[in-house]
């Protein structure tokens, strides 16, 4: 698989080896000719997944997983998109498995698959604003509320003094204030 790789694609794919899997790194353009090369020419006729990875600060990786059953051959196929155009064309007309993870991967990271046939949120509720599988993406959770009645440690009814409160890192200062 590995030399097939490189005999099609040169310098413009990087291949690395982990743990048995094979990992392709092409350019977005080379993204369709990639997996179209996967299914007919390498036998990864099974989609497995396709996901984001969040690489800060400047873009994104996305990576899918195609699998050979015959000869047992594992290949991640991964490209990279920039953070200020996330747009990346869609696998499904190669593998239609990738309909709903291209769904997913638009909604949690704002991957835009441009020409997949019904790109809307598949998980999070209506009037959902943002992505919550970005680094930069600030989770409520994350924010500092206090607990009625609680008391910071030092607190006291006697007057002593207490800790400083901060906010959780990430989370900016005038976050819930207002």
Do not use: I, N
């Not at 003094?161 to 005038?174: A, E, N």
């Amino acid at each position: 698989m590995r030399d097939r790789l490189l005999d099609r694609y040169g310098s413009r794919a990087e291949l690395t080896e982990s743990f048995g899997e094979l990992t392709a790194d092409v350019g977005p353009q080379d993204w369709l000719d990639l997996l179209t090369f996967a299914r007919d020419d390498l036998g990864c006729v099974f989609f497995d997944w396709l996901t984001g990875v969040d690489d800060p600060p400047d873009g994104f990786h996305v990576v899918a997983h195609v699998y050979d059953p015959v000869a047992g051959g594992h290949l991640l196929a991964r490209t990279r998109v920039l953070r200020a155009d996330p747009r990346l064309p869609s696998a499904t007309g190669v593998y239609r498995g990738a309909d709903w993870h291209e769904r997913e991967t638009f909604e949690m990271f704002g991957v835009v698959f441009e020409g997949h046939p019904h790109l809307v949120p598949l998980l999070l509720p209506d009037g959902f604003e943002g992505h919550p599988l970005r680094k930069d993406f600030v989770l409520a959770a994350r924010v500092a509320r206090p607990w009625p009645g609680a008391k910071e440690p030092g607190e006291s009814d006697q007057g002593s003094p207490s800790r400083r409160k901060t906010l959780p890192p990430g989370v900016p200062g005038d976050w819930g204030r207002g």
